[in-house]
């Protein structure tokens, strides 16, 4: 499966970025082969609007099965659903590695829709 964690940096050992649209970084993980790798996310954070939904736009483009992050929106989760992409939110602490490792032992809840409000 490949998974995406919002970032504060390219590897497994940043720290997460609880923000899904506005975070600097994207790390993506395929969690069948180990292989990591870092979108930038600049563009889309430093967007006045649609941020998130260039980010899952991002997200859908890459083939990313689920988005582990802090909280996301309603325009993003709306597109991210639209493109098939699972989203897990409440992951607002530890490093992109404890993420996807509380993802595959089940502990990330995937979540019923937007947790923010548009442009939080």
Request: net charge negative; glycine share 10%.
């Amino acid at each position: 499966m490949v998974i995406a964690v919002t970032a504060n940096g390219a590897d497994l050992e940043a720290p997460v970025d609880p923000r899904f649209g506005r975070a600097a970084a994207l790390v993506v993980v395929d969690t069948d082969t180990g292989a990591v790798r870092a979108l930038d996310n600049r563009e889309a954070s430093l967007a006045g609007h649609g941020a998130g939904i260039q980010a899952a736009r991002l997200m859908a483009d890459q083939k990313v099965h689920a988005v582990l992050t802090g909280h996301c929106g309603p325009n993003a989760w709306r597109a991210l659903r639209a493109a098939g992409v699972r989203v897990y939110t409440g992951v607002t602490e530890g490093t992109v590695q404890d993420a996807v490792k509380a993802f595959q032992a089940g502990h990330l809840q995937e979540a019923a829709g937007a947790d923010v409000q548009p442009h939080w």
